[in-house]
């Protein structure tokens, strides 16, 4: 079946540091896989999105690269700001169906 | 610009009473939207696909009876929690599919929350 394994947190970085989240993933055909990000007291917001392997994906200096070979979906970002504070999932989503698979999700605060 | 919009984001009741949250496509027409409800520090998840013109289908574990959907049109699908009690405040998301503009990549747009506090 399909899932998602995400990095544990809570995550605490300086400002300025550098950003991963690990994600990985189980899928059964060839899904698109997702970050989603939400701020505090926020539904979800797309922060970026890749939809077959070698895609890069980015946005907000946040980048994920499709791994089909390890079946990952790393996020990166190569220097933090306060305002990154935020809980970070990571999904995959198979277009045959209306399923969609998060992650736990991955709190991150940024300390100035 | 937000294409998915929930109302309202917060809401107190009492314990025994019903709260209706809306969940609206802005500019599309989305046949199916799902309900998440998310507890605190935890991920989401997925109570109910809301299906236009037919009954929901409920996940395992999911009192259909407590949590009721009505998707009455092709934009706007409603969460009822009958009957309110303190465990039943939670953060509640929907989320809905737009066919055209995510171009088969599956992706989901989601409503802002709506934040249920049972006293």
């Known amino acids: 079946g399909n899932s998602v394994t995400q990095m544990e947190g809570p995550v605490t970085l300086s400002e300025e540091a550098f950003l991963t989240i690990n994600c990985t993933y189980t899928?059964?055909?060839?899904?698109?896989l997702f970050w989603y990000v939400q701020y505090p007291g926020e539904g979800l917001q797309l922060l970026l999105k890749?939809?077959?392997?070698?895609d890069k994906g980015s946005n907000k200096g946040f980048e994920a690269t499709y791994r089909k070979e390890t079946t990952s979906f790393h996020l990166e970002k190569g220097s933090v700001q306060v305002s990154d504070s935020a809980v970070y999932f990571c999904a995959l989503s198979e277009y045959t169906g209306n399923q969609f698979y998060f992650g736990t999700g991955t709190s991150l605060t940024v300390i100035p | 610009g937000a294409v998915v919009s929930q109302h309202p984001s917060r809401v107190i009741c009492k314990s025994g009473t019903s709260v209706k949250i809306e969940c609206r496509s802005l500019d599309f027409q989305a046949t199916t939207m799902f309900w998440y409800r998310q507890f605190p520090k935890q991920s989401l998840m997925l109570m109910a696909t809301s299906n236009e013109g037919s009954k929901a289908t409920y996940e395992q574990g999911v009192e259909k009876d407590k949590f009721l959907i009505n998707h009455a049109s092709l934009t706007l699908s409603t969460l009822t929690v009958t009957s309110a009690h303190p465990e039943d405040s939670s953060f509640y998301i929907c989320s809905a599919r737009d066919f055209q503009r995510e171009r088969g990549t599956g992706e989901l747009f989601f409503g802002e929350g709506s934040r249920l506090t049972v006293l």
């Open positions: 899928a059964t055909g060839y899904p698109s």
């Open positions: 890749a939809t077959k392997a070698d």
